[in-house]
T-cell receptor, first 110, second 114 residues
Framework: GENVGLHLPTLSVQEGDNSIINCAYS??????FIWYKQESGKGPQFIID?????DKRQGQRVTVLLNKTVKHLSLQIAATQPGDSAVYFC?????????FGTGTSLTVIP | DTEVTQTPKHLVMGMTNKKSLKCEQH?????MYWYKQKAKKPPELMFV???????INESVPSRFSPECPNSSLLNLHLHALQPEDSALYLC?????????????FGPGTRLLVL
């Protein structure tokens, strides 16, 4: 499959701080990317997406940045809250296929 | 409404049992997916249905048998499973197959094979 990897498997942040979760991908032809949040015992939940013709997209407290030059994707969470504790997956859409990264476990320290 | 539902939430079965997992969506999506997820790992694609036809089978053992009775329902029939098949089984759907289409996931069925 495609190589969609994350730089850090775990991340701990203080409540109220900003979090940055990174993802590298290898297929320059990928045209769509999604960030999913998966809480313990639940299915992945869509957070935000971005198309390859964009380099930034903002949602509520979240921002996704896409750097096609270095094939890098990041998810920024502003004012991280305890409810943000979860595993975050990036997913890359190439043709008809979706490829998931290995996941980053985010722990928010109260 | 972006809800995908799955039943049961939990399932314990022996290696000689036959059971089925069910998935339902009412978003009018024409593509539905089964994924297997082991602890601390990303979801692994098993099957893809597009317009109620199986379009991808990712070399899944025959003890897993998918079925798509209609455009809203997706089943996964289980028979003679092994303990290593214990995992979270996720169903997802998207508007269609192809690019630029978000997949929405259900909560999963936690399966334990004894």
């Amino acid at each position: 499959g495609e190589n969609v990897g994350l730089h850090l498997p775990t991340l701990s942040v203080q409540e109220g701080d900003n979090s940055i979760i990174n993802c590298a991908y290898s297929n320059s032809a990928s045209d769509y990317f999604i960030w999913y949040k998966q809480e313990s015992g639940k299915g992945p939940q869509f957070i935000i997406d971005i198309r390859s013709n964009m380099d930034k997209r903002q949602g509520q407290r979240v921002t996704v940045l896409l750097n096609k030059t270095v094939k890098h994707l990041s998810l920024q969470i502003a004012a991280t809250q305890p409810g943000d504790s979860a595993v975050y997956f990036c997913a890359e859409n190439t043709g008809n296929q979706f490829y998931f990264g290995t996941g980053t476990s985010l722990t928010v320290i109260p | 409404d972006t809800e995908v539902t799955q039943t049961p939430k939990h399932l314990v079965m022996g290696m000689t049992n036959k059971k089925s997992l069910k998935c339902e969506q009412h978003m009018g999506h024409r593509a539905m997916y089964w994924y297997k997820q082991k602890a601390k790992k990303p979801p692994e694609l098993m099957f893809v249905y597009s317009y109620e036809k199986l379009s991808i089978n990712e070399s899944v053992p025959s003890r897993f048998s998918p079925e798509c009775p209609n455009s809203s329902l997706l089943n996964l029939h289980l028979h003679a499973l092994q303990p290593e098949d214990s995992a979270l089984y996720l169903c997802a759907s998207s508007q269609d197959r192809g690019t630029l289409l978000t997949q929405y996931f259900g909560p999963g069925t936690r399966l334990l094979v004894l």
